[in-house]
């Protein structure tokens, strides 16, 4: 018997089964990579920022950001809302009338 008939024959099957909490299962199954930047944080804020954008309908730089949350990640003055907003803007998810933002396009819901 040759040295590759011995690896033929080790064939191993494992199975596991994971129970409890979504949010538990969830993140036991979640594949964290070490060493890499999480984006998390800046997308939840992002997120955190359209949001504000449309429960407003619009505003100013300076009314939305005082309208975030103190939970965002990193504190947003005017100048940072704008910035971001700007980016925002090339996607379609927010627009520029005047001197007030407005939800865009990407983030109108039909009715």
Do not use: C, H
């Not at 064939?11 to 409890?20: A, D, K, P, R």
């Not at 890499?36 to 407003?56: C, F, G, I, N, Q």
């Not at 950001?65 to 005017?78: C, G, I």
């Amino acid at each position: 018997m040759s040295d590759e008939d011995d690896i033929e024959d080790e064939n191993v099957t494992v199975s596991m089964e994971i129970s409890g909490d979504y949010e538990e299962v969830m993140s036991k199954l979640s594949m964290e990579e070490s060493g890499t930047t999480s984006l998390a944080p800046l997308l939840d804020d992002l997120e955190t920022l359209l949001e504000t954008v449309v429960r407003m309908d619009g505003g100013t730089r300076s009314a939305i950001a005082q309208q975030l949350p103190d939970t965002m990640s990193v504190n947003f003055d005017a100048q940072a809302v704008v910035d971001t907003l700007q980016v925002l803007e090339r996607y379609d998810l927010v627009v520029l009338e005047g001197n007030t933002w407005k939800p865009g396009p990407q983030l109108t819901i039909e009715e």
